[in-house]
């Protein structure tokens, strides 16, 4: 039951110029800006939802409503891939299942009605279906119903949350050559060289995600290899 935002037009923009007048053009009279409190950020179907999700939730998650799917995904190689982005930064999700802790988005949840039929909603739902699905986010829908039952609900989720790791001595991981660069531990891809330009460790080198700015992981460098990238 997604309500995405969207930029407004060119006719909405002009409208409101002529509307405001001075408040478009710079004037210091900020007491009468067109601004008001939501009453919520879920609609009533919504809301009836998340109480009963809520409680459904084992210790140790928290449900976070209406997240921007850019905040829950990210896009690789941002230059290349800057239209896949824009196609993201404007959707939203009505829930999603966190780690109490770390806020790790663990699984995706849309409620959906009656205007999910619709083809633009269809066309939405299986656009969002496909980009959870490549960045490995478990994406669950529900139909709105007038009751739920949560126990359903807590074993949908279950189902689809990360497992335990049996508790054993876990198996050290093999070293890479010393001319590769290690692997990010968020992204999986070799991380590069980079130089730090300001602050007390100016000048000095590390490494750092080729994602960067969508993934910020940084490590010292043990050894002062051969550059493998322009400096951030």
Do not use: W
């Not at 656009?127 to 009751?147: D, W």
């Not at 080198?205 to 990238?229: D, L």
């Amino acid at each position: 039951m997604n309500r995405d935002r969207s930029r407004p037009g060119c006719l909405l923009k002009l409208l409101g110029l002529l509307r405001g007048g001075a408040a478009g053009t710079g004037s210091s009279d900020e007491e009468n800006l067109p601004y008001r409190a939501s009453t919520s950020l879920l609609t009533p179907a919504e809301v009836s939802f998340y109480h009963v999700l809520r409680q459904a939730l084992p210790d140790g998650l928290v449900l976070c409503p209406q997240v921007r799917l850019a905040d829950v995904l990210f896009v690789t190689e941002m230059q290349r891939n800057f239209a896949y982005f824009s196609r993201i930064s404007q959707k939203h999700i009505d829930l999603v299942v966190c780690d109490a802790q770390t806020l790790k988005p663990l699984v995706a949840i849309e409620l959906d009605d009656g205007s999910h039929q619709s083809r633009k909603r269809r066309d939405r739902d299986e656009f969002v279906n496909k980009a959870c699905a490549a960045a490995g986010l478990p994406l669950l829908r529900f139909a709105v119903q007038h009751a739920y039952q949560p126990a359903e609900l807590r074993e949908r989720i279950l189902a689809h949350l990360p497992q335990p790791t049996a508790q054993a001595e876990p198996t050290p991981p093999s070293p890479r050559p010393a001319n590769e660069p290690p692997l990010c531990p968020k992204c999986g891809r070799p991380l590069v060289v980079r130089t730090a330009r300001r602050g007390s460790h100016a000048g000095s080198r590390f490494y750092g995600c080729p994602n960067y700015p969508s993934c910020r992981h940084t490590q010292p460098m043990a050894e002062t290899p051969t550059e493998a990238s322009d400096p951030a």
